[in-house]
């Protein structure tokens, strides 16, 4: 479409009805040519008994195909019985029940939005969340035409020896000229956004379950050649998925094979086709020597996550795309759960609340903010957000903890028993755990309906003569672009109070009865409530939000020695995290201050409470290393970015770094003592343990190598060549790259060399060399991104590499991107047009950064406005673009 052409429409939620028609069976044969593909379809339609009026004409969906021939019940059409247009097939005054046969012809080789059938390298795959199947044939393509599917596949068998779809394997054979066929049958009825099938030529490996019931199941995770020796992760990921899933959730595998295919080209992590999951592969290969810690837990939790949706999203699925969250943020709910029970629960926590509070907090508060589940859309992949599944989880999560474990089991058994084999939406999901509770969750669903972050401001008083305390909370939220004014939230508000000597018992007014409980979830629905707690004998500090219990902001007034009491003596890991956090936090802004004020950094001192604090907890041997490596790692850019209204670039970057060389220099008799500690040459462990072993020692030499010393760049050097694993090494590169000091720079660029003639046949590797330069804080690195634009380890329609140094740039290299120039905008607009025609779902992602353009002062805010006015001027601008930049400038 056209910028200067009709605007897209938006689709609305309240325009919902049911489809006019049903597809009880799909018949497909694909057959796979180097030139064409042809697609015939044979498609088993009916009225829908529940629809509305009968309509004289039935749309069904198909873009970017040549139509050769339409039929139905064999007779092929006349002119006037149909037409076809750039995205539709119409048929005009179709019967109550008919088969509908088409045959089409599609270029997959030619299709670089990796959406629809496309080729990935060698191999033929298909991506059709959301709306892809449209492109591989004409289609009811939405999810609440759910239909049994027959799927042939007929290709070279020298090329493409494999040829998989979704279900069991029916037939397969040989056909004249060298090609063959095999046909599969899946049994479930899903809808056209879990079809998936591949063809080409892959390795894999196999294994088998047992389900709790005794059904026999084949695992089979099918790779390039060269990567078989890097998909054991991912397979015992796999084994301890289907195996938790069992236990926590009641939840059984129910087709005889579980397949997993990795590509090259994907778009997202990974997608959830029913019995065939698509992988990029960055979520299914994993080896010690290629692959990080960070990259081996996101292999277990996305194969889990996919694995996870056989139920919450396959089985059970949307009723339309409104709907989303109510698969994916439970689905990311139970990943979570199951992550922290895999590894440590505090650092799962942390590490996801850190996420949420920089990224989709931003979101909330920007152009593109949008309600859990949205009103409307004009392009649907826009939708796939940290809003629908990191803000959508933790709606889910307060509702499990409202309910409590054993409650909110039931409430999942009910969900997923009344609702198999049907297309749902979040009322129904919130529906069966009222049921199951006898809860109204009535104003609970405006987590749903509202976007936003609401913020809590928190007020105390003690009154010493009532031994009562008395704690105020107020809640409210900024209008958003859907909604001016918000009704109040039910939020939970998990707490404690801590007395001089430990926790204080909370017995609030009103309850009666004594209490011995320590901790406890206020539940707050107003717009200002207060609670009193009695027999309090001392002024409490309040430990508010324990294990975030809710996606809120949250200001109280706490005194830095309140912090570092938190910070060593709450319950909660995670408000001791918080506190730490919030303890750098205001260090940074002291920094801050004094930067907007002109002051010289050197001459400004850190607050010796966080120093101490910082040091009790290096010398402190019983402590988690993984909570310790947490507590001392500061508060990120972008997390300290989110905070402020108007974002101060260079006082943000340049406080916190004055803040590190600070506590480098304090601390670093017990940072080199915590080095000292490490063997990176010992053999590679996944073990939580060893994760946190190898943060911990990773953030001292992060430390060590503040100091500038060349030892320390020698210790960096060695640790580079010498590591067993690429966690180790890849992080002595990071601090050779990173760091200003003449020893290290004189090293850089063998380094970088050494690591990329190691590793250049390693994809994803690179992809890491490529990430390391992009996000290098020192000055020259857009430079560097621009050569590195042309090198030819640089691709620029692979997801992979764009995210790794296009997005890496912009969004993890504040200093270089925001460059006074405006260099980095353009180079970022440049990215976005050349996408745009390609792989418009990447061009509108990439986007993001500049969305914030009204939050950046004077200049910037011109210069990023004026990069998304010249996108929006592009004559053949795509819908998904078009959104994201037309709301940005709104
Ligand atoms: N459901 C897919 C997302 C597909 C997005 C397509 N634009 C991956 C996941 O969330 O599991
Ligand atoms: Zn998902």
Same mark, same amino acid.
């Given at each position: 479409m056209s910028a200067r052409d009709a605007q897209p429409n938006a689709i609305q939620l309240k325009d919902y009805r049911a489809p006019d028609y049903l597809i009880d069976r799909t018949d497909l044969r694909v057959d796979i040519g180097d030139e064409v593909t042809q697609v015939s379809a044979d498609l088993a339609l009916r009225r829908?008994?529940?629809?509305?009026q009968p309509v004289p004409e039935l749309a069904l969906n198909g873009s970017d195909m040549h139509l050769i021939s339409v039929a139905i019940d064999g007779r092929p059409l006349e002119s006037h019985e149909f037409r076809v247009d750039e995205e539709s097939l119409v048929l005009i005054n179709p019967p109550e029940e008919f088969r509908l046969q088409t045959l089409g012809e599609i270029k997959p080789q030619l299709n670089?939005?990796?959406?629809g059938l496309y080729k990935s390298r060698t191999i033929y795959c298909t991506q059709?969340?959301?709306?892809?199947?449209r492109k591989i044939t004409w289609y009811?393509?939405?999810?609440?035409v759910m239909s049994e599917f027959t799927t042939t596949i007929v290709a070279d068998k020298t090329r493409c020896p494999l040829l998989l779809s979704n279900g069991n394997l029916l037939e397969e054979g040989d056909l004249e000229h060298g090609r063959h066929f095999a046909t599969w049958h899946d049994p479930h009825k899903k809808p056209a956004y879990l079809f998936a099938l591949v063809a080409g030529d892959l390795q894999h490996i196999t294994d088998h379950f047992t389900t709790r019931s005794g059904r026999e199941v084949t695992l089979k995770i099918y790779v390039e050649e060269k990567d078989l020796d890097k998909c054991g992760h991912a397979m015992e990921s796999l084994k301890h998925a289907m195996r938790w899933d069992e236990e926590r959730y009641g939840r059984e595998y129910d087709l005889d094979i579980f397949m997993i295919v990795a590509v090259d080209?994907?778009?997202?992590?990974?997608m959830e086709n029913k019995g065939l999951n698509i992988f990029n592969t960055a979520c299914v290969l994993a080896k010690p020597e290629t692959t990080t810690d960070t990259g081996f837990q996101r292999v277990e939790a996305v194969v889990a996550h996919e694995y996870f949706?056989?139920?919450?999203?396959?089985r059970v699925t949307c009723r339309?795309?409104?709907?989303l969250s109510l698969k994916e943020g439970f689905t990311v709910y139970r990943d979570s759960m199951f992550s922290a029970d895999m590894g440590s629960p505090t650092v799962k926590r942390v590490e996801d609340v850190s996420m949420l509070r920089t990224a989709q907090f931003a979101e909330d508060a920007g152009p593109m903010a949008h309600p859990v589940?949205?009103?409307?859309?004009?392009?649907?992949?826009?939708?796939?957000?940290l809003t629908i599944y990191e803000k959508g989880s933790e709606v889910v999560r307060m509702l499990a903890n409202l309910l409590g474990p054993e409650l909110f089991r039931k409430g999942t058994d009910l969900y997923f028993d009344r609702h198999d084999g049907q297309a749902v939406t979040t009322e129904d999901f919130v529906a069966a755990m009222e049921e199951v509770s006898g809860r109204d969750f009535t104003q609970f669903k405006r987590w749903y309906s509202q976007a936003g972050t609401p913020l809590l401001e928190v007020s105390d008083s003690y009154d010493a003569e009532q031994d009562e305390y008395h704690l105020t909370i107020r809640q409210s939220c900024r209008p958003t672009p859907e909604c001016g004014r918000k009704q109040p939230f039910h939020i939970p508000v998990a707490m404690g109070l801590l007395g001089a000597a430990g926790p204080l018992p909370l017995l609030l007014q009103g309850e009666g009865g004594d209490s011995s409980s320590t901790h406890r979830v206020l539940e707050v629905t107003e717009e200002e409530q207060t609670f009193t707690f009695e027999g309090i004998h001392e002024q409490p500090v309040p430990a508010l939000l324990?294990?975030?219990?809710?996606?809120v902001k949250l200001q109280y007034d706490y005194s830095r020695d309140n912090l570092t009491q938190l910070m060593s003596l709450d319950s909660d890991g995670f408000c001791r995290w918080d506190a730490s956090q919030q303890l750098a936090r205001r260090v940074i802004e002291d920094f801050m201050a004094a930067y907007l004020s002109g002051e010289?950094?050197?001459?400004v001192k850190v607050d010796a409470r966080l120093i101490e604090a910082y040091r009790t907890l290096l010398n402190?041997?019983?402590?988690?290393k993984a909570m310790v490596a947490l507590m001392l790692t500061l508060p990120s850019e972008a997390y300290i970015s989110e905070q402020?209204?108007?974002?101060?670039v260079e006082a943000i970057h340049h406080s916190r770094q004055a803040v590190r060389h600070a506590l480098a220099l304090e601390l670093e008799a017990e940072f080199r003592s915590v080095y000292a500690?490490?063997?990176?040459?010992v053999a590679y462990e996944v073990s939580a343990q060893a994760i946190a072993q190898r943060s911990l020692a990773n953030l001292a030499l992060e430390y060590l190598m503040l100091r500038q010393g060349p030892g320390v760049v020698a210790l960096c050097e060695q640790q580079y060549h010498q590591s067993s694993n690429m966690t180790d090494r890849l992080s002595a590169l990071t601090q050779i790259v990173n760091s200003p000091a003449h020893a290290a720079a004189e090293r850089k660029e063998d380094v970088l060399n050494d690591f990329y003639q190691r590793w250049q046949g390693e994809s994803l590797v690179v992809d890491q060399w490529l990430r390391v330069q992009a996000t290098? /804080? !020192?000055?020259?690195t857009m430079e560097r991104v621009r050569a590195l634009e042309s090198?030819?380890?640089?691709? /620029? !329609?692979n997801p992979n590499k764009i995210r790794a140094l296009v997005a890496a740039f912009s969004n993890g290299n504040a200093i270089n991107f925001h460059a006074t120039s405006g260099e980095g905008y353009e180079l970022l607009g440049n990215h976005v047009l050349r996408l745009n025609a390609e792989n418009p779902q990447i061009a509108a992602r990439l986007l993001t950064p500049l969305?914030?353009?009204?939050?950046?002062?004077?200049?910037r805010s011109e210069q990023m406005r004026a990069q998304l006015e010249r996108i929006l001027a592009e004559?053949?601008?795509?819908k998904d673009v078009y959104e994201v930049a037309s709301k940005s400038l709104a």
């Open positions: 829908n008994p529940s629809a509305d670089k939005s990796l959406e059709c969340e959301a709306e892809g199947f009811l393509d939405r999810p609440d080209d994907f778009n997202m992590g990974a949706h056989n139920w919450s999203g396959n339309d795309w409104f709907q589940r949205p009103d409307s859309y004009i392009e649907i992949s826009n939708f796939y957000t324990r294990d975030f219990s809710a996606p010289d950094l050197t001459q402190d041997e019983h402590l988690d402020m209204e108007q974002i101060e500690d490490h063997d990176y040459s290098c /804080p !020192l000055p020259g090198h030819p380890a640089f691709d /620029p !329609l969305t914030r353009w009204r939050r950046y002062p004077g200049e004559p053949k601008i795509s």
